[in-house]
């Protein structure tokens, strides 16, 4: 199985974008979606996650605008961003895991705490 990302792009600073994580090979149900970000000279970040029942975590860096959703039935999890900064550009990934949230971001080795992960989808926050 795998997951894979898609979405994102230029987008201006104040702006809204939605990256979306698609599984194949598994089903989503009784996975957490977490998803991360790399900018350069920066360390791996976790920004946020949605368990299987729906409940969401978020990082301060993005919170209150940031919004997670899943449909598990299309093998599908979405994250939404608006108000976007020059800050957040980034690659940012989708990972999915049998862990509760607060493991999914916590744990030290962010990669590695993940069953599956994407191959990153770029936003780029420019005027």
């Known amino acids: 199985g795998q997951v894979a990302e898609s979405g994102g792009g230029l987008v201006h600073p104040g702006g809204s974008t939605r990256l979306s994580c698609t599984a194949s090979g598994f089903r989503l149900d009784y996975y957490s979606i977490a998803w991360f970000r790399e900018s350069p000279g920066k360390p791996l970040e976790g920004v946020s996650c949605i368990d299987p029942r729906g409940a969401t975590l978020f990082a301060n860096s993005v919170k209150g605008r940031t919004s997670l959703s899943r449909e598990n039935s299309k093998r599908v999890a979405y994250l939404e961003m608006s108000s976007l900064k020059p800050e957040d550009t980034a690659v940012y990934y989708c990972?999915?895991?049998?862990?509760?949230?607060?493991?999914?971001?916590?744990?030290?080795?962010?990669?590695?705490?993940?069953?599956?992960w994407g191959k990153g989808a770029r936003i780029t926050v420019s005027s």
């Open positions: 990972g999915a895991a049998v862990v509760s949230c607060d493991q999914a971001l916590g744990v030290v080795d962010l990669r590695a705490g993940m069953d599956y």
